[in-house]
């Protein structure tokens, strides 16, 4: 079986602009959740998706928004991009919601100039 | 409020034995996860403990004390590829069931 797949694999945007990045969970996984890692940091987390609804969102601006879709999969939206958004983003998926262990795909790095 | 405590950087031999040490505080523990991660790599999983005692999975095991908010990794026949950063995590129910990180633990292992 595949595992968390993320597109795209790396990503440079300038300050101002809008990125998008994608997730498909584990086949079979309903719950979603994206995290940001800063280099030397551990992944802080953003949101939790679970059956297509918001079910967690971390300390981040209302300029970070995401969604999931009915087959699962997610996109994270970041809107008016700063030098410090430049990060790791990481998507991790789950059977359920709170009760099972997260499994991470590969993740996005973002550069913003 | 949720803290999380582990060492920045750790330096161990070849064959040896290491222990990773992590403590938190959190108003709603529901369980403890450590991951693995090489750099520029994503965190794979390699424990949970949810319950106190310790959980062995191979050359690693993992401890948990929840009442005091303890835990550690042991990583046992060390292995230069074992050289990567440690994170624990922990699930709070309080806060939606998020998992938060630690900052992780840099393992180095010399010849």
């Known amino acids: 079986d595949a595992g968390v797949t993320q597109s795209p694999t790396h990503l440079i945007k300038t300050r101002g602009q809008h990125v998008t990045l994608r997730c498909s969970p584990i086949s079979g996984h309903k719950s979603v959740s994206w995290y940001q890692q800063v280099l030397g940091q551990g992944p802080q987390f953003i949101f939790q998706?679970?059956?297509?609804?918001?079910?967690g969102r971390g300390n981040f601006p209302d300029r970070f928004s995401a969604r999931q879709f009915p087959n699962y999969s997610s996109e994270l939206n970041v809107n008016a991009l700063l030098l410090g958004d430049s990060a790791l983003y990481l998507c991790?998926?789950?059977?359920?919601?709170?009760?099972?262990?997260?499994?991470f795909g590969p993740g996005t790095r973002l550069t913003v100039l | 409020g949720q803290n999380i405590d582990q060492p920045t950087e750790m330096t161990a031999t070849e064959g040896a034995i290491v222990q990773i040490n992590c403590t938190y505080q959190t108003s709603g523990f529901n369980g403890l996860f450590w991951y693995q991660q090489h750099a520029g790599e994503a965190p794979t999983f390699l424990s949970y403990n949810v319950l106190d005692g310790l959980e062995e999975k191979g050359r690693f095991s993992s401890f948990l004390s929840r009442s005091k908010g303890y835990s550690y990794l042991l990583l046992k026949e060390l292995q230069m590829k074992d050289s990567a950063s440690y994170l624990c995590a922990v699930r709070d129910y309080s806060s939606a069931s998020k998992i938060i990180f630690g900052s992780g633990t840099r393992l180095s292992i010399r010849p």
């Open positions: 991790a998926s789950s059977l359920e919601q709170s009760t099972d262990t997260q499994y």
């Open positions: 998706y679970y059956e297509k609804e918001e079910r």
